[in-house]
């Protein structure tokens, strides 16, 4: 991508996604704070566990255990009539060929992933762009994902590519993440575009959690595991150091750029392309989760020079002369002999070409500054402007920004209301830009947009998936324990009895400054709307609806705010006649997957059902398992005296009574997803069985964070989901 930042930060940031009812997807992790060695607390921590041994992944024991739990939760799911229906439904949803190819643009064609019944593992094919715009592009095949996997025999996942094409050039030159399983890990190779091979002796990294960054065709910056021994990773396990690696020498003879703290979350690579097309090599240190440093290496210069912008903020693109910078948190900054303060959520700007000339920022101007209402949720650039996405009362807009003599301006384009927005490609080297448009009960719209005259045209469009004739969407307000009011959507039958017996689902994740937005789901439309349940996405704090302090509210001690919004949706529903206990269930993964089990041990009162997808669970060991050092400061660290005694009152492992009547639960994990350990559902699990509750249990033995490594996993998936909700919430005990 032109001059925007092409950091492997991006990996951390919005790695995976997976199995959830909102958009079908569970919003990604970003990594956050390392943990320093465990201590005692730690170590007594671990052997006061009965269940650690289902912590080791590939264990014997734990798999026998697994497999078991795998074999009586599907006899009883998929012995259900409803199972075979709910199947063939989703798997005819997710193998339709009336999908939208969104893909990239590279000199006028179009570059797509794609995956159907026939295609499982996907093809990578590209078209022209004039071809792009009919109904039946031509595509032209690039890589068949399926015949390598066989050829190979490995259980390939296409994990995306990173492409370079200098200024002027038409050659491409690409960098293909393969995964062996759905992991985060990944297989990197050099592909050729033009004759469409692998790259013989090209660049190729081994599998790790790497970062790669094109400096030119002969240069690159790799950020990798660079040893056998673990002394360049740090302690979440992401790389320390990066290097310059030049074609045609051994990866181990690349010269060492920056190294980080082994209590940092990771070091990554990236470039910035300036105007004139000169690239300038760039190191992020990221810090913790939420701060970081940016080290930038001018033309000629012997080091790195830093970046002078606060810790919480991030660099986010250069348009003309001027870098992007996005603030999650106020920055008093002194330029020529003044004070300039702007407000946390603000878009700022200031020139990079005499930053790069005299290592110092001379003024800073105000590009957009949200109101209490709203978030800045993305900045692209294109030719001759950019594109701010925004979040206005969680409904998307976009707007154009340039700067004029009289300075920054900003303007709407005319783009549908009420739902999300978002643009899926843009660059300053291309003549469009692609935008989406969704909300509960339009399928998506992919929306060409012309940055030279304006133009706006629907290129493509879905077809309904489900019948949503008779549904409306609603948004309410609960008002939660410190009076704050809670946004949240509901879709449901229009005339429904305000009687609380509507089947209900309510779905949230707070966490992360993860914004929930309007969006259309076939899965969920077609196998729970249809069959007259009602589904409720909450804006709760933690997220990033609001912007960052919206987020910033729930952090670590003060994280029971986020639980408390949750419950008083919950209780909203309920309030207004809408559904009861009886009828009343939440989703949620990952992070989610914590809400869910907080909510689990919190309020069992509360609700009937409670699917809870690849969790943290066990907050007093979390730091110790795969990424989760990362994530301390979104948490907090139980290492800490007082972080360690709110997790205690937290953490849902920590908190199981055996005599207290919970729900039924449903957990849902993966054994190859080396970001959130599958020993977190495994151990929850481990407790309801024998305290002899009864629960559901479901591991997909591949499938990564996403808990399904292909279309048919993912249908199988959804397929049980919804039985287990059809069985607890639309069938009344009385």
């Known amino acids: 991508m032109n001059r925007m930042l092409t950091t492997s930060l ?20 970003t990594e956050v704070e390392a943990t320093p060695a465990p201590d005692a607390t730690t170590e007594t921590a671990s052997a006061e566990d009965p269940y650690i041994w289902l912590e080791e992944v590939e264990g014997e024991e734990a798999l026998d255990w697994v497999r078991s739990q795998n074999d009586r939760s599907l006899e009883r799911l998929q012995s259900d009539p409803l199972y075979d229906e709910l199947f063939n439904d989703a798997l005819e949803i997710v193998n339709a060929k009336e999908r939208i190819p969104y893909g990239s643009v590279r000199d006028g064609e179009v570059y797509n992933f794609w995956q159907d019944g026939t295609n499982v593992r996907g093809l990578w094919r590209k078209t022209s762009l004039d071809s792009y715009g009919t109904d039946a592009p031509e595509w032209e095949t690039i890589v068949d994902f399926d015949a390598l996997a066989a050829e190979e025999d490995k259980n390939w996942v296409y994990k995306g590519a990173n492409c370079f094409s200098a200024k002027g050039e038409t050659r491409w030159a690409c960098m293909v993440s393969l995964s062996n399983g759905g992991k985060d890990a990944t297989e990197d190779r050099e ?32 950020a990798t595991d660079w040893g056998s021994d673990g002394s360049t990773l740090t302690e979440s396990g992401y790389p320390s150091v990066v290097k310059k690696w030049t074609r045609g020498t051994p990866l181990e003879e690349a010269e060492e750029l920056f190294a980080g703290d082994k209590t940092d979350v990771g070091v990554w690579p990236s470039v910035i392309e300036l105007e004139d097309g000169t690239r300038i090599p760039m190191v992020v240190e990221s810090d913790t989760f939420f701060t970081a440093s940016y080290f930038l290496m001018p033309e000629g210069a012997d ?43 603000d878009l700022v700007a200031f020139s990079i070409s005499a930053f790069l000339e005299t290592s110092k920022v001379e003024t800073v101007d105000l590009v957009f500054r949200p109101n209490e209402r709203q978030s800045i949720e993305g900045v692209s650039v294109t030719k001759g402007a ?58 998506d719209s992919l929306l060409s947009y012309t940055p030279e005259t304006g133009e706006i045209e629907t290129l493509k469009s879905l077809p309904a998936k489900f019948n949503a004739e008779g549904l409306v969407v609603e948004q309410h307000e609960a008002t939660s324990t410190d009076g704050m009011k809670i946004p949240y959507f509901i879709v449901h039958k229009e005339g429904i009895e305000l009687d609380g017996t509507t089947p209900t689902l309510l779905y949230g994740y707070g966490g992360f400054q993860i914004s929930m937005t309007p969006g259309y789901s076939a899965l969920r439309g077609k196998l729970w709307l249809e069959r007259g349940g009602a589904y409720v996405l909450a804006n709760i ?11 910033q509210a729930g952090l670590k001690t003060k994280r029971q705010i986020v639980y ?8 909203d529903l309920i309030d207004r006649g809408i559904t009861t206990p009886e009828h009343l269930g939440i989703q949620g993964g990952s992070n989610g997957g914590l809400l869910m089990g907080v909510m689990l041990t919190q309020r069992p009162d509360l609700w009937n059902a409670v699917l809870v997808q690849v969790p943290l669970l066990d907050m007093l060991r979390y730091h110790l398992l795969l990424a989760g ?13 007082e972080e360690r005694e709110w997790l205690e009152k937290m953490s849902p492992y920590n908190n199981f009574n055996a005599d207290m009547d919970y729900p039924e639960p449903f957990f849902m994990t993966s054994t190859k997803d080396d970001r959130v350990h599958p020993g977190h559902a495994r151990k929850m699990a481990k ?10 249990y479901y591991e997909n033995i591949d499938g990564g964070h996403s808990a399904a490594a292909n279309l048919q996993e993912t249908a199988k998936r959804v397929a049980l989901e919804v039985t287990y909700l059809s069985e607890k919430l639309m069938t009344s005990s009385e």
Request: hydrophobic share 40%.
């Open 541 to 551: 704090r933690g997220g990033g609806e609001f912007g960052p302090a919206w987020h």
């Open 191 to 222: 592909f050729d575009l033009a004759t469409k091979t692998w790259v013989e002796d090209g660049f190729f990294i081994p599998e790790a959690k790497s970062g790669f960054s094109w400096l030119d065709y002969d240069t690159v910056l790799i």
């Open 386 to 443: 950019g594109l701010l996405t925004i979040s206005d009362n969680v409904r998307g807009k976009v707007l154009r920004f340039v700067k004029g003599d009289a300075g920054w301006t900003t303007e709407p384009l005319d783009l549908p209301e009420n739902g999300a927005l978002g643009v899926t490609f843009a660059s300053d080297k291309e003549d469009v830009v692609f935008i989406n448009y969704e909300d509960f009960l339009t399928p």
């Open 629 to 641: 050092a990362s994530w301390v400061d979104e948490y907090g660290h139980p290492d800490v005296p």
């Open 564 to 571: 408390d919004d949750f419950i008083a949706v919950g209780e």
């Open 303 to 345: 080091e790195l020079v830093q970046l002078p912008i606060p810790p919480m903020s991030s660099p986010t693109g250069i348009l003309g002369d001027d870098l992007l910078v996005t603030l999650q948190e106020d920055w008093d900054i002194s330029t020529d002999g003044d004070t300039q303060s702007f407000k946390t959520g």
């Open 687 to 696: 407790l309801f069985e024998e305290a002899g509750k009864p629960f559901l």
């Open 10 to 29: 991006a990996a951390l940031t919005l790695m995976g996604l997976g199995a959830c009812s909102q958009g079908d997807t569970v919003p990604p992790e």
